[in-house]
């Protein structure tokens, strides 16, 4: 990977970058098509990475699909696939972890303590190997963003961050390789999440400025299916990730839901202003 990027870099040629855990969708193609518009090379990685999965979690199980993958990465116009295996990124006596503080507490993080300590060192990892010039991430994991963007101001990197709008499918349930995990039923009464997001942007705008009462109104939404079993609905400060009070500047509404075994994440950012 190395070599190729550095022989990019001699062609003065600019290299946009998607990390992914592979299990492609139309989420992570959105992010190639906007990265092939920006840049000369669009670099994709395919690594399901072990160390942002707690014990218990579904790292065994996560879908994996290598030959479709590469399929439908060449059919949307990838450059270069980076599927680096576990042993070369993790070799045996690896010692060394980036952790951003405070930004991982709340959200995911409180629920999965050791996620994002993953996210940031296998991200970091990869921004070393790949040296982009652009780095596209997508808006449905808001958190992942935010504290990615906060490594890469802090540990100097010289990437910019573009993120891309959350690809939904037509009833509105995000599009996630974790997906797959729903059973018919499951499937049918998902698009609540959404659907319980966009009741409390209407509240909002109607005057709501209570969190309170808006966390009810998810709530009360996504209850209606006996199936899902909430993790957390917070309201949050946008650019701090902290819980707010009240409703008077941009905030980030996020939700992580069980339907089953699978645990679907959303959000919406609503500029209360
Ligand atoms: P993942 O393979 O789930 O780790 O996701 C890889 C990248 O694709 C991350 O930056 C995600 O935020 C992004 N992504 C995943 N699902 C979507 C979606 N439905 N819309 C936009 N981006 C997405």
């Known amino acids: 990977m190395r070599k190729e990027t550095d022989k990019l870099r001699s062609q003065k040629k600019s290299i946009g970058f998607v990390?992914?855990?592979?299990c492609l969708h139309e989420g992570h193609f959105s992010l190639v098509r906007r990265s092939k518009q920006e840049n000369d090379v669009t670099v994709l990685s395919i690594f399901v990475n072990p160390t942002q999965f707690g014990l218990g979690e579904d790292f065994a199980k996560y879908p994996r699909d290598k030959k479709n993958d590469v399929l439908l990465a060449i059919k949307n116009g990838v450059d270069i696939i980076f599927y680096p295996s576990v042993k070369k990124m993790y070799p045996e006596r690896y010692l060394t972890y980036i952790t951003v503080e405070k930004l991982s507490d709340g959200l995911c993080g409180a629920r999965r303590p050791?996620?994002?300590?993953?996210?940031?060192?296998?991200?970091?990892?990869?921004?070393?190997?790949i040296s982009p010039q652009r780095m596209y991430l997508g808006q449905k994991d808001a958190q992942q963003v935010a504290i990615l963007k906060q490594m890469i101001y802090d540990l100097h990197i010289?990437?910019?961050?573009?993120?891309?709008?959350?690809?939904?499918?037509?009833?509105?349930?995000?599009?996630?390789?974790?997906?797959?995990?729903?059973?018919p039923q499951e499937r049918v009464d998902s698009p609540l999440v959404f659907q319980a997001l966009c009741?409390?942007?209407?509240?909002?705008?109607?005057g709501q400025r209570k969190p309170t009462v808006i966390q009810e109104i998810i709530k009360t939404h996504i209850k209606k299916s006996k199936l899902a079993r909430i993790d957390y609905v917070e309201c949050v400060d946008a650019t701090t990730l902290l819980p707010v009070k009240h409703i008077h500047q941009t905030v980030l509404i996020a939700v992580a839901v069980f339907f089953g075994k699978a645990r679907l994440i959303d959000n919406i950012v609503i500029d209360a202003k």
């Open 158 to 183: 010289p990437v910019k961050v573009l993120v891309g709008a959350t690809i939904r499918e037509t009833d509105g349930l995000a599009l996630s390789s974790r997906n797959k995990y729903l059973s």
């Open 199 to 206: 009741m409390a942007k209407e509240a909002i705008r109607r």
């Open 114 to 129: 050791t996620h994002f300590r993953g996210v940031t060192t296998i991200v970091g990892k990869l921004l070393n190997i």
């Open 19 to 22: 990390p992914t855990m592979g």
